[in-house]
């Protein structure tokens, strides 16, 4: 018995390892990459106490961080270079130190050079946190570089 | 002589004193406050080692907190609590380790419950990184709390 | 047997009915509105040969229009007035004369004075034209007015 | 003497007038050309009684209209066309059947393959009514068609 999906769904998972490995950020910030596969991820985030900014609340460059990462992944697991373009995001509610965050990618529309992608950031109640829209510009490049060359 | 100015400009300098003392992820990200007054910030940082993505350029999030962080310090420059509804940033070129981002906010619109922002992050060379625009509400509250009581 | 959601139902019914008669943008492009339920609208818009722009293609302002007006609908359907205060739209396929663009409006986010709403346009086939996300603010006036007085 | 600007300023209006001839949704909404240079474009419209939504206030659609447009000739006065993939649109105060109202398009950025436009639209009084910002695309095809053939 085969799985239709498995080759692709093994290229995705490759692709996020050698993206994750790379990405300084998402281990400094201490984000998880939880699941990937073609056009989508799921990445998660616990709120540090240098996460806050001056009203206490997780700063909203930090929640920026976790649903561009996410997109990031879902954008090259496909295994060719996305970078992005730009972006929009919605604050809707406020997260605070120690809770966790769980955000998820979803590929929206996908061209040869271009891509769009919803995530949605939900905290431990499962409610919404942010909506983040953005947008990919593919650079033709490989996302698994060989690096024995 | 008097500054007509001065009076709304030593408040700028005292809200974002005070609110630059409880931003913990200024902090840790360096980011410096650079210029304050009514609706308008001028801050920057230096793009760190552990600040790249997977690409090797500055992850678009450490852009996104700097240029929000701008925000947040012109919207609470009059000296009540703005927190962000949503923004947009669109990302020009990419940034490399040790290069110094400046980012400026301006305020394009105010009411007493909202507020348009534009944040412009340039480079050394002077060229433009982002642009960036977002929306605040206010909240009513002080920025200076009464710490004593 | 009581249905829970009749009377609710049956004030955004009356309310999009009162916002439809006033709404001439919506009669002049024959923008029709289709469903109406609290925090949701359809309508429906078929593209004249005046919609297309220079290129040949539905304009973007028309795919806005319609949209917007389904958003308005499904922000106005509680009874009480909000409007537009911003919005991103993507394009993502181009619309052609005769087609019949539906816009489906759905709330994302609602506070006392504040609402987010995300709508979809799909043509015949089935295939998403445009993807808009607005936010709106309430001014607390009713949508369903006294015209006796 | 010669101007080093006007073979690009020759281009730029025939551009302008090639795409203005062809644009249907322009001449319906009564929006004129008035200005246009490379990579900048002003164009007017005066706000007709069935240019009113429900609450008799400019609809947002007819703004985004006239900013689009502007958009379209700012970013097709270099030749070649462009088509918008997204853009974003800010409403700081509505406007009232009989205002003419003025967009001017400015070109935030530029590569081959796309672009970035910041559009303003004031009312008579000087005063902002819309920020829009919107990205394009470019398709390789000329502005100016050899009809001819």
């Known amino acids: 018995m085969t799985d239709p999906h498995a080759p692709d769904d093994a290229l995705a998972t490759a692709a996020g390892d050698a993206l994750y490995a790379r990405d300084r950020t998402a281990h400094h910030l201490g984000i998880r990459l939880d699941a990937i596969a073609p056009g989508y991820a799921r990445m998660s985030l616990t709120v540090q106490e240098w996460m806050l900014q001056g009203h206490d609340m997780c700063h909203g460059g930090i929640m920026f ?65 942010c909506h983040f829209r953005g947008r990919t510009y593919g650079t033709g490049a490989p996302v698994i570089r060989d690096e024995t060359t």
């Open 65 to 129: 961080a976790l649903a561009d990462t996410a997109m990031a992944f879902a954008s090259n697991s496909r295994g060719t270079s996305h970078v992005a373009l730009n972006a929009n995001i919605d604050f809707l509610r406020p997260a605070f130190a120690g809770e966790t965050l769980v955000a998820e990618a979803r590929e929206g529309n996908r061209t040869r050079r271009t891509g769009m992608y919803d995530v949605s950031i939900v905290n431990a109640a499962g409610e919404t946190v």
